[in-house]
């Protein structure tokens, strides 16, 4: 075999010797690059943060969690509505609202007569610990929450008015309220609806009208919180026997049946098989045809009770040898023998899911339509072996109060009334924002407090002297009166530049859209990624987190390379807490 020249071999290993080198120099300028890249967005993200006027940053954060919450608890309010079986209390006779009705398909939270009742409340608490909570509600939500929305609405006013004055200038007492006010008064708002009932008002009367409802609404507020929220005692359901003492509701048994002979089974005359065992809770029924307690329809006949055992049998023996007594025959019943005729038996009430035979039993000498038990209406409890007629435990049922044990919680007719007045007032604060603030040129400040009087005094001077009105010489109601007549409330303008060229649909969701479609598609792919290995739960948690991210970094962010690095700083920050979350759940559900 001929061996290789040794100058082949040199150009070989030189060959080899280059490709590495590539290589390498290939490996080494990315690594420069990447490196170079994530300085610059280490840098740039920086820069974006440093820049940023957190203040405002957290106030929309703030209003816009404040928004969530609202429309959120707007759509709850509407689920507990239409779904009030869901949430109210079948262990009691006792209602939200402090009334007595065993009947959960008859309570409505809509009643007029609990407008001012406590219908949604919640936990168990002594009176120190309820009146604590409701005095941090007054405060917090009552006092802080109308200064937090009277400050937003002032500077959605304010926005509004600046864009208004080009069209018109506004009076004096407008100018003050929307300039150098920051929150409302009565004097103010009747100000503000004079100049708009005498012409004077602004270039939109929808605007106009907002803003006036809506210094009503800050006015009111923390009456509203406090009045539709508080505190009220836990209840327990009582009825009146016919001794005149007060029974707990829960010893009042349905009867499933009543045996007229019963001495024919060594029992008592009209002897009352309740449907159940006392189970220490209330009787209540989801509608005319549930109980919701049957607990006897939840036991096989080996492990029942006396009670259901012997409900079992007579079920079992009205089934085949029907009801009133009718046959002239022989019978059994509980493995003894009846002599002739059968057991006369009877009912008040049988529900059709009730595990007692007889709602559907016709008698036989009324016709096949003749359903003589299937009439809720005829309901009957037995106590200390005593009938008692569902009339007479309606009207003599009560709710009386337990001692030292409250809970907290809200009128709910008033609640939605003023969630659904606070959804409107939100939703006219970011249409009036949106509408009358993006014409303003990006950086236009709008005047407050000193520049606000400067420009006030300078217009007040200008005007007062041309028409020789002179304020040193009169007094101030004198001065209000030849403002009022002479001056029909003044005229203030001053000159903010404004977007000629603006159109609002430019400004709509859809634009917004697209301009950052490809940040919103990071959301889903990064939630894509990380779906097929977690649970649900997770993947619930994380998309939360992302979300807020994505829009962090599009709000923050300046540059492609800051946002990208925000992203993935958001993206590592949601895969740990989603997962620790995920963790505690499964846990808990273990």
């Not at 507990?80 to 402090?98: K, M, N």
């Not at 506004?170 to 009747?190: G, R, W």
């Not at 539709?228 to 009825?239: H, L, S």
Request: hydrophobic letters at 45%; charged letters at 15%.
């Amino acid at each position: 075999m001929a061996s290789t020249p040794s100058s082949t071999v040199d150009f070989l290993k030189l060959l080899e010797t280059s490709a590495i080198e590539e290589k390498q120099t290939q490996s080494r300028n990315i690594r420069q690059r990447v490196s170079r890249q994530w300085a610059k967005a280490r840098r740039e993200a920086l820069l974006d943060l440093r820049s940023t006027r957190w203040s405002y940053l957290g106030l929309w954060a703030l209003f816009t969690c404040w928004t969530i919450v609202t429309f959120g608890s707007w759509m709850m309010l509407i689920i507990y509505s239409i779904s009030l079986t869901s949430f109210e209390d079948v262990s009691s006779a006792c209602r939200s609202d402090g009334s007595f009705n065993p009947f959960l398909y008859e309570y409505s939270v809509w009643t007029a007569s609990g407008y001012f009742e406590i219908s949604v409340g919640f936990g168990n608490y002594s009176f120190s610990e309820v009146k604590v909570i409701d005095i941090f509600w007054d405060i917090i939500i009552g006092r802080v929450g109308q200064a937090f929305m009277a400050f937003l609405s002032w500077r959605a006013f304010a926005d509004y008015v600046t864009t208004s004055m080009d069209a018109a200038p506004v009076t004096y007492s407008a100018f003050f309220t929307f300039f150098l006010q920051d929150e409302p008064s009565i004097i103010l708002n009747l100000r503000l609806m004079r100049d708009f009932f005498s012409g004077r008002g602004f270039n939109s009367r929808v605007a106009t009208l907002f803003m006036i409802g809506s210094m009503l609404f800050l006015l009111g507020w923390p009456t509203f919180a406090s009045a539709m929220a508080g505190y009220t005692t836990i209840n327990k359901a009582f009825v009146q026997d016919f001794n005149d003492s007060y029974v707990p509701f829960s010893e009042f048994q349905p009867i499933a049946y009543v045996i007229h002979d019963g001495w024919r089974v060594d029992l008592d005359g009209d002897y009352p098989v309740p449907l159940f065992s006392n189970a220490g809770v209330d009787f209540t029924m989801y509608s005319k045809d549930i109980y919701v307690y049957d607990t006897c329809s939840l036991h096989y006949p080996s492990s029942m009770d006396a009670t259901c055992s012997l409900q079992y049998a007579v079920s079992a023996y009205v089934s085949s040898y029907g009801f009133y007594g009718l046959q002239n025959t022989t019978s059994t019943s509980m493995n003894s023998t009846v002599p002739s005729p059968v057991l006369n038996v009877t009912a008040f009430y049988l529900s059709p899911t009730s595990s007692a035979f007889g709602s559907n039993w016709t008698d036989p000498r009324a016709g096949e339509r003749n359903r003589p038990f299937s009439d809720p209406s005829n309901m009957a409890f037995t106590y200390l072996n005593t009938t008692y007629n569902l009339t007479y435990v309606e009207e003599n049922g009560s709710c009386q109060p337990v001692r030292d044990q409250y809970k907290w919680g809200f009128s709910f007719m008033q609640v939605f009334l003023v969630i659904t007045l606070h959804t409107i007032w939100i939703a006219g604060t970011i249409w009036l924002k949106a509408r009358f603030q993006l014409p303003l040129k990006r950086g236009t400040e709008i005047p407050k407090c000193w520049r606000s009087i400067l420009i006030l005094a300078k217009a007040m001077n200008k005007e007062l002297n041309e028409n020789e009105i002179y304020p040193c010489d009169i007094t101030d109601r004198q001065l209000e009166s030849e403002i009022d007549n002479r001056l029909r409330g003044g005229s203030v303008s001053f000159y903010m530049p404004l977007e000629k060229h603006y159109d609002i649909p430019r400004y709509s969701f859809s634009e917004w859209f697209k301009e950052e479609k490809w940040w919103c598609l990071a959301l889903l792919t990064s939630a894509a990624l990380v779906y097929p290995a977690h649970r649900l739960f997770f993947l619930v948690a994380f998309f939360a987190i992302m979300a807020c991210g994505v829009a962090f970094a599009i709000g923050i962010g300046k540059t492609s390379r800051s946002r990208i690095l925000m992203i993935i700083c958001w993206f590592i920050v949601g895969i740990t807490v989603a997962s620790g979350l995920s963790s505690l759940y499964i846990v808990k559900t273990r």
